[in-house]
């Protein structure tokens, strides 16, 4: 029976909807019901082509002459490919170095003054999110909480595919409301496209707020680059396999995350000429690697650098700053505490000016 048929016999209707163990009642019109349904097709149908033409136009989903029949190649072939266009990575991050110093000095900014660093991403983009903002404790001894992330599916989808979350644009919204940020947060977005809704929307959310938001990309004019002040491009061209970005896309996104994160930490005195001192030496690899940044920021024989080491607490920025400034620990713990942990600064007793 044809929709016109069902509409000129009859007018209203009442449906029994089941929703699990309830049971709703709906009386609406027929027409209007259609109506609704239609409507409600349009607007998905609508949604997918303008999506659908957005991925055309991505040079990541676009394919890569330089691998043309990569399927009959052998094994020396493929790595010889896939490494000379990983060698165009490095010069694409290269021309989005003043961005990057941009986003470099806010972050620092924002986490001297007890705001966040929050990424979210999806897929690909968001485990190396995550990777990296997993890795600023123990190499900085920064609180889990100072830099976050938040992945399209929780969890979960670090180690199982939730692709779906990332077409969310409400789910992007909640999770990233739950973190509250403010004005002191820097809330970056992480797509190799730059169009994924839960990631846009977030970082449209976390703008909105007033929190300092930056987009992370490899491509130009993205919906993800309106949504945020600041946005981070890397033209790493077609992948060697159509529209896997956790090749190129995710090498540059990867190197660029890094950078921000030791880039702000460095900013903020974490690194004392080019030494972890921050390191947090909970194992003993890690105390080993504090007993030789003592000896060699310091040059003194390791016997002295375990003996600083215990008398400054297993504190190797206070057991840095007694033996360069000559001071005994309490007063060490003052300057550090006056220089908001900037080593430097501590040994100068001087204030950091960001």
């Known amino acids: ?39 409600n097709n349009n607007h998905h149908d609508q949604n997918r082509y303008d999506q659908s033409n957005l991925l055309q136009q991505l040079i990541t989903e676009s394919q890569n002459e330089a691998s043309q029949g990569l399927d009959t190649k052998s094994a020396i072939e493929i790595a010889r490919i896939i490494n000379h ?28 003054d007890g705001g966040r660093l929050i990424y979210i991403g999806a897929g690909s983009s968001g485990r190396i999110a995550a990777l990296d903002a997993s890795e600023c404790p123990p190499t900085y001894s920064t609180s889990p909480g ?59 959310y976390g703008r909105a707020r007033g929190a300092h938001t930056a987009a992370v990309t490899c491509n130009l004019g993205t919906p993800l680059a309106d949504a945020a002040d600041i946005t981070i491009v890397t033209d790493v061209g077609p992948e060697v396999v159509s529209g896997s970005t956790r090749m190129k896309a995710g090498t540059a996104q990867k190197m660029i995350l890094n950078m921000i994160t030791t880039g702000a930490m460095t900013r903020l005195g974490y690194v004392y000429e080019n030494l972890m001192v921050n390191v947090h030496m909970q194992n003993s690899k890690l105390v080993e690697r504090g007993i030789r940044i003592l000896k060699s920021a310091c040059n003194i024989d390791r016997a002295m ?27 060490a713990v003052r300057r550090l505490a006056k220089s ?10 001087n204030v950091m000016d960001l």
């Open 305 to 331: 650098a375990v003996d600083t080491i215990k008398s400054a607490g297993r504190s190797v920025p206070v057991a840095l700053v007694m033996l360069k400034a000559k001071v005994d620990k309490p007063e």
């Open 146 to 204: 100072q830099v976050q992330y938040i992945m399209a599916g929780g969890p979960k989808a670090l180690a199982s595919a939730v692709e779906v979350n990332e077409d969310s644009e409400e789910l992007g919204q909640r999770d990233i409301a739950r973190r509250r940020p403010t004005r002191k947060d820097v809330i970056i977005g992480v797509s190799a496209s730059g169009r994924t809704p839960y990631v846009v929307s977030a970082v449209a």
């Open 1 to 39: 029976m044809s929709r016109s048929e069902i509409v000129a016999a009859l007018i209203t209707f009442e449906a029994t909807i089941m929703l699990g163990s309830h049971v709703m009642l709906a009386s609406t019109t027929l027409q209007e019901a259609v109506g609704n349904h239609t409507n």
């Open 340 to 349: 908001d942990g900037n080593v430097r600064l501590a040994i100068e007793d």
């Open 85 to 112: 266009e990983d060698a165009k990575v490095a010069g694409a991050v290269k021309k989005a170095l003043p961005e990057i110093a941009q986003v470099i000095d806010q972050v620092a900014r924002s986490l001297r």
